[in-house]
């Protein structure tokens, strides 16, 4: 089991527990779940949690997230939703009345704010906040720039395509092409990636080819920073 | 109302000529009238895949320059009903693709025709962009290999930006992929991408999956679109993706490696 915290920012900012669960029917699952409180009982007390059910393929009824529920509340832990559930799961688990939460990164690092909901047109520039936000897939061969703010692309950047800003970068899908965010010098701007596959990145003229980015950052979320003039590559959405 | 089909890819050799002669025969077997044209002016072939350039006396560029009307151009199919083959100039360029005239002649064919299937030369230039300018739907024709969904991915980027629809700011053009020289023992060797990661990498609806076959290359010989040979599994794959692109569910099949034999089939399934 490993726990994690995830973040949501929505009106207010709220912290929940996610709990990995593998076999609910395994005798060693109560067990081990025990433990876990016993080493630091007062950090439990009363806290909201959600499950992540990548690892459970066996809790599928309504019986087995009742039960949930109940070996967290001895524990002193209240279920409030579950993650990464499958079709099946997720009927089960609205009928007990979980919500259903965005699945997070493996690793268990920390999430940013949820993603905001796609908008139709693929290339409006919202004049208030002049954020650009691209919706459709950003193909090889096309480049855009977010003059003077941030860009959101809410799916992948192939490789061969090349984003823009001069403020910060974030993908919402997979990271293939470059990314050059603080285009026009902002060396606190910084790209995320909920799959990090980049061919380039740069943030302030400073940059890193994807020979030159250590493997075990690819094909995983991260975020890209410039810290001491230098690039980092964050995994996750760590603190950096 | 007619619907202009591009046949596309970006990349050459990948199968587009071979596909449009297939779907515009499949299409034309399910009793749609349709008209296949070349696009690839100075490198004429689809007339050879569909076995009748011994009939060519007028082209395309002779009809956009006015020195022929469609009729005199249009040459009918002989084994196929309501089949219509529009041969390309072997002795001009591109260039000669005049956006009026095209204009014109695409006009024109819509009055008579219910499927038009533009057959796209390759690269990202003049003639491709032009074939594809008045596209409703586009069969995105890839290999599974990296150079072509590259150079797909390319393509559908600008079917996004430069085809009339995108101009005139309509619907978009429909996408829709197509997996060609699909080869599932080389994907189990990890030789060649499989379908999940292309269609991971384009995120393109997939119409069909044509299996790498030698019928393909002994059908473009002789002439014959390979989905009138029911004996090749690109031919039958090919009609299942026909039959898809009109709206019937059909199974994805060349997905695992064929069976051959008996004993070799068991240890297939066994292993799969």
Redo the contacts between chains.
């Keep these: 089991m490993s726990t994690m915290t995830a973040s949501r920012v929505q009106g207010g900012i709220f912290t929940l527990m996610v709990v990995r669960i593998g076999d609910v029917h395994d005798p060693a699952f109560g067990r081990d779940l025990e433990e876990q409180v016993a080493r630091s009982p007062g950090f439990f007390a009363g806290a909201p949690v959600v499950i992540d059910l990548r690892d459970c393929v066996d809790c599928t009824s309504v019986a087995d997230f009742t039960a949930l529920k109940q070996v967290l509340r001895r524990h002193g832990m209240v279920l409030v939703g579950v993650q990464n559930a499958n079709p099946v799961q997720l009927r089960a688990a609205s009928a007990v009345d979980l919500a259903a939460f965005n699945g997070g990164q493996a690793n268990g690092n920390r999430r940013a704010a949820p993603e905001r909901p796609v908008s139709d047109s693929?290339a409006s520039a919202a004049s208030a906040s002049r954020t650009r936000l691209i919706s459709?897939?950003?193909?090889?061969?096309?480049q855009i720039y977010a003059r003077g703010g941030d860009l959101v692309v809410t799916?992948?950047v192939?490789?061969?395509?090349e984003i823009i800003a001069d403020g910060y970068i974030h993908v919402y899908g997979a990271l293939?092409g470059r990314a050059i965010a603080g285009a026009a010098g902002d060396m606190s701007a910084r790209i995320f990636a909920q799959r990090f596959e980049a061919e380039l990145v740069s943030i302030a003229g400073r940059y890193l080819v994807n020979d030159a980015i250590a493997p075990e950052h690819l094909n995983q979320a991260a975020q890209v920073a410039l810290i001491d003039d230098r690039l980092v590559i964050l995994p996750g959405w760590g603190r950096g | 109302m007619a619907k202009v089909i591009v046949v596309t890819s970006g990349k050459g050799g990948v199968g587009k000529t071979t596909t449009s002669a297939a779907f515009a025969a499949g299409l034309a077997l399910r009793g749609h009238k349709t008209v296949v044209i070349d696009f690839d002016v100075g490198l004429r072939n689809l007339d050879l895949v569909m076995g009748c350039e011994r009939r060519v006396v007028f082209d395309f560029i002779n009809v956009i320059n006015g020195d022929a009307n469609l009729n005199q151009a249009l040459i009918r199919d002989k084994r196929i009903d309501n089949l219509y083959i529009f041969p390309t100039s072997q002795t001009r360029d591109k260039e000669a693709l005049k956006r009026d005239g095209v204009d014109r002649v695409m006009a024109e064919l819509k009055k008579d025709f219910d499927y038009i299937i533009c057959d796209s030369p390759a690269g990202?230039e003049h003639g491709a962009l032009t074939a594809l300018y008045h596209a409703d739907a586009a069969v995105i024709v890839t290999n599974p290999e990296v150079s072509s969904v590259?150079?797909s991915?390319?393509i559908?980027?600008?079917l996004?930006?430069k085809s009339r629809r995108a101009e005139k700011r309509e619907k978009p053009v429909e996408e829709h992929l197509l997996l060609t020289r699909y080869s599932p023992d080389r994907v189990q060797k990890g030789e060649m991408l499989s379908v999940e990661d292309v269609k991971e990498?384009l995120?393109v609806p997939l119409l069909g999956i044509i299996p790498e076959s030698e019928t393909v290359l002994k059908a473009s010989n002789t002439g014959m679109p390979v989905i009138l040979d029911p004996g090749s599994p690109a031919g039958r794959a090919y009609e299942d993706a026909v039959a898809r692109f009109v709206g019937e569910q059909r199974e994805m099949r060349f997905q695992l490696p064929e069976r051959r034999g008996f004993l070799r089939g068991w240890f297939g399934r066994a292993a799969s």
């Design positions: 693929a459709q897939p950003v193909r090889s061969g096309t799916a992948s192939s490789a061969g395509a293939r | 990202i590259r150079d991915d390319r559908i980027g600008i996004a930006s990498i995120s």
